[in-house]
C-alpha cells in the first residue's frame, strides 16, 4: 500500500496529511515521471511548482477537514455547531438583556405604560416591558428588562432607583427592584454551546424528569442551569425532601414566569411541583390557573488563595487576570455556569484546569492554592454542596498572595 492511501477518508476517521507529507508524495511521483537526475530542488522551476502545488493542495485538504468535523458535535464550530443543535431542538443563546421586576410606588390608580423607564447610579437604563396600574396597595411590580445587552445589566437588589421618564401624570413617588436582575449576557461562545448540548436530551421523551430538564433549558430564556427531582412512589422521599408522585425543579437564571409556563406546558397532569418559588400560570383556555412551584439554588461563594505562582517566557503580562478569570469560568458566577447545581467543586479539578484545557494560562507552570467557603478558613479540602446548591465566585474573591 502506497504511503498516501491512508489520506483523507479512512476507517478511523479523516486524515489531514500535512504539507511536508505532500511535497514528499509529490517528488515521488516527479522521480517516477521524469529522468533521475531532474532537478527537484527548491531552486529548480520543476521544485518550485512541486511546492505551489503541496501548498494549495494542504489548503483543500483542511478544507475537507472542516467539511468532515462539522458532522460531530465534538469539532463542529460556528454555524455547523449551532445547526447540529437545531436537529435536538436547541438554539443559540444571542446577545440577552437582564430581565427581573421593577416595584414602582405611588398613589393608588397612577397607570404606568410599557416603555417607562428607570436607572441605576451608572447610568444603565431599565424599560417597563408590560404596563399596569398601581393598586390600593400604592405599590406594583412590573417585568422590566435592560436597554442593552451584556452582564452589566446584572444588578443586585435595591440598585436601580433613579426614575428616568418624567412623572406624567404625577403621583409615582419611587422605583426599586426587591430582587436582582438576571440573565444578561454575550452572545454565546462554541464551547458554552456545546456544553449545554450535552446536558440537553431530547424534548420528545415525554413527561420525564429528563424531558422537563431540557424544555427549561432549551426554552426558558437566560437559564444557565437547572436539574429536576422526581418522587413518583406513594412515599415521602427522605432524600430530596420530596412528597409522593411530584418532582422538582431547580433552575439557576431565566425569569420565575417563564420558568412557570415551561414546567406548566412539560408536566404531566395530576402531577404536583415542588418548591418555595410559587407562580401562577394560565390554561391555554385561560380558564383554570395552576400554582406551578419550583426552587432556585442557594448560592455558595467560594474564595480561591493563590500564591508561589512559576511561570516561563510565555506567561504574558496580564496572566494574573487571566489565572483569576479561569477560575471564575470553572467555578460559576451569578450570571454563569461553571460547576453544576449540587456539585461538589473538587480542589484537583479546579487546579488542573488551570494548566490543562480550554482553560489553560500560557506560561503558568505551578502554583499552590486554597479554597474556603466562608473567606476565613482555607484549606485543600474539596467544597460540597446539597442537592439545591451551587457554588459561586467572582474575580473579587480570587486573591493572589505575595
Not at 508524495?25 to 529522468?35: D, G, N, Q, S, V
Amino acid at each position: 500500500m502506497d504511503k498516501w492511501d491512508d489520506w483523507g477518508l479512512t476507517p478511523r476517521g479523516f486524515r489531514r496529511p500535512s504539507y511536508m507529507e505532500l511535497l514528499d508524495a509529490f517528488e515521488y511521483k516527479a522521480r517516477e515521471l521524469f529522468p533521475a537526475r531532474t532537478n527537484l530542488t527548491v531552486r529548480s522551476p520543476l521544485g518550485l511548482m512541486l511546492r505551489i502545488f503541496a501548498w494549495f493542495t494542504s489548503l483543500l485538504f483542511g478544507v475537507l477537514e472542516d467539511v468532515y468535523n462539522s458532522r460531530f458535535v465534538d469539532t463542529a464550530v460556528g454555524t455547523s455547531l449551532f445547526n447540529l443543535g437545531r436537529i435536538i431542538g436547541q438554539r443559540l443563546l444571542s446577545n440577552q438583556r437582564a430581565k427581573g421586576y421593577l416595584r414602582i410606588t405611588g398613589a393608588p390608580g397612577i397607570y404606568i405604560p410599557e416603555g417607562w423607564l428607570a436607572s441605576n447610579q451608572a447610568g444603565l437604563l431599565f424599560v417597563v416591558v408590560q404596563d399596569g396600574t398601581i393598586g390600593d396597595t400604592g405599590m406594583i411590580d412590573l417585568a422590566a428588562q435592560a436597554i442593552e445587552p451584556g452582564e452589566d445589566g446584572n444588578l443586585p437588589p435595591n440598585t436601580i432607583t433613579t426614575i428616568v421618564n418624567p412623572v406624567i401624570p404625577a403621583g409615582v413617588e419611587k422605583v426599586t427592584n426587591p430582587n436582582k436582575f438576571a440573565g444578561g449576557r454575550l452572545r454565546e461562545t462554541d464551547e458554552q454551546f456545546r456544553d449545554r448540548y450535552y446536558k440537553t436530551v431530547d424534548k420528545a421523551g415525554g413527561v420525564n424528569a429528563d424531558a422537563i430538564r431540557a424544555a427549561i433549558l432549551q426554552d426558558v430564556e437566560g437559564c444557565i442551569d437547572a436539574e429536576v427531582f422526581e418522587n413518583d412512589t406513594d412515599f415521602y422521599d427522605e432524600i430530596t425532601g420530596l412528597p409522593p408522585h411530584s418532582f422538582e425543579a431547580v433552575v439557576f437564571g431565566g425569569l420565575d414566569q417563564d420558568i412557570a409556563a415551561v414546567i406548566k406546558e412539560r408536566k404531566a397532569g395530576g402531577i404536583q411541583t415542588f418548591g418555595d418559588i410559587a407562580i401562577m400560570v394560565p390554561s391555554n383556555s385561560n380558564r383554570q390557573l395552576f400554582e406551578i412551584r419550583f426552587n432556585r439554588p442557594a448560592p455558595v461563594p467560594v474564595w480561591v488563595q493563590i500564591w508561589d505562582l512559576v511561570t516561563d517566557k510565555n506567561f504574558p503580562n496580564n496572566g494574573l487576570d487571566l489565572v483569576r478569570a479561569a477560575v471564575v469560568d470553572y467555578i460559576g458566577s451569578d450570571t454563569s455556569g461553571g460547576v453544576g447545581i449540587g456539585q461538589a467543586l473538587r480542589y484537583k479539578w479546579l487546579s488542573a484546569a488551570l494548566v490543562k484545557g480550554k482553560r489553560a494560562v500560557p506560561g503558568l507552570l505551578d502554583f499552590e492554592m486554597k479554597i474556603s467557603a466562608d473567606g476565613v478558613t482555607f484549606s485543600y479540602a474539596n467544597i460540597l454542596v446539597s442537592l439545591r446548591q451551587k457554588v459561586v465566585t467572582d474575580e473579587s474573591k480570587v486573591i493572589f498572595l505575595g
